[in-house]
């Protein structure tokens, strides 16, 4: 088998569909861009396509991937991406393909999240004890039940770029406990349930860490 990963932004009104919608979406476009994706066997065959973690909706995006895994290999790397972001609908873009092995299972992911007000004082102390901190407790709702995370060890980074924007810098890992971005934010700069959902979030990149 041959195995490609593809490199995506997700960028507009694009990124409120849920993942299992983009998903779809990706599915039928290398369908109709009849790239020759290997089937599983069985009575439900289904594409042998693996995604990265599933973003929040509302969370723009110039950094998703996915591995897919063909029957023959890619003959122009090039064309393929141009027949790919022919299909792809509006939003979505084929940024390039690589060969590739693995999906990482860790990496360091960079975002940028533009706040609805300016950065307090007190909110620049909350994020330099934060950053000084060796644990940071925060609850978690998930399917409806309470979960206490120490998301302290998630965050390599937490930088004022401008007054109303900050960069912050996440491990992600296969074995770790997960946080939203605006779940840490929300928690560090003491933010009302209604000031988090208004912060906008972009993921810029990310690479993978042994």
């Given at each position: 088998?041959?195995?490609?990963?593809?490199?995506?932004?997700?960028?507009?009104?694009?990124?409120?569909?849920?993942?299992?919608?983009?998903?779809?979406?990706i599915f039928?476009?290398?369908?109709?861009?009849?790239?020759?994706?290997?089937?599983?066997?069985?009575?439900?065959?289904?594409?042998?396509?693996?995604?990265?973690?599933?973003?929040?909706?509302?969370?723009?995006?110039?950094?998703?991937?996915?591995?897919?895994?063909?029957?023959?290999?890619?003959?122009?790397?090039?064309?393929?991406?141009?027949?790919?972001?022919?299909?792809?609908?509006?939003?979505?873009?084929?940024?390039?393909?690589?060969?590739?092995?693995?999906?990482?299972?860790?990496?360091?992911?960079?975002?940028?999240?533009?706040?609805?007000?300016?950065?307090?004082?007190?909110?620049?102390?909350e994020i330099?004890?934060?950053?000084?901190?060796?644990?940071?407790?925060?609850?978690?709702?998930?399917?409806?039940?309470?979960?206490?995370?120490?998301?302290?060890?998630?965050i390599t980074?937490?930088?004022?770029?401008?007054?109303?924007?900050?960069?912050?810098?996440?491990?992600?890992?296969?074995?770790?406990?997960?946080?939203?971005?605006?779940?840490?934010?929300?928690?560090?700069?003491?933010?009302?349930?209604?000031?988090?959902?208004?912060?906008?979030?972009?993921?810029?990149?990310?690479?993978?860490?042994?």
């Amino acid at each position: 088998h041959f195995k490609y990963m593809v490199h995506y932004s997700r960028r507009g009104r694009i990124c409120y569909l849920g993942h299992l919608e983009i998903l779809q979406l990706i599915f039928r476009t290398l369908h109709r861009a009849k790239v020759p994706v290997h089937y599983s066997k069985g009575f439900h065959p289904s594409p042998k396509v693996s995604f990265g973690p599933a973003l929040p909706v509302g969370t723009e995006s110039m950094a998703e991937y996915f591995m897919m895994d063909l029957s023959s290999p890619i003959t122009s790397l090039d064309k393929t991406q141009q027949r790919l972001n022919a299909t792809l609908p509006r939003g979505l873009q084929v940024q390039r393909i690589e060969r590739s092995a693995k999906l990482p299972q860790k990496m360091i992911v960079d975002y940028q999240a533009t706040l609805p007000a300016t950065i307090t004082p007190s909110q620049r102390q909350e994020i330099a004890d934060f950053l000084a901190a060796k644990n940071f407790i925060i609850h978690k709702i998930r399917k409806k039940k309470s979960k206490e995370i120490d998301i302290r060890p998630l965050i390599t980074e937490i930088k004022i770029e401008s007054d109303n924007i900050l960069l912050l810098q996440m491990r992600s890992e296969t074995t770790l406990p997960g946080a939203k971005p605006t779940e840490v934010l929300e928690a560090v700069l003491k933010l009302g349930n209604e000031e988090s959902q208004q912060i906008k979030i972009l993921k810029k990149g990310w690479y993978a860490r042994s």
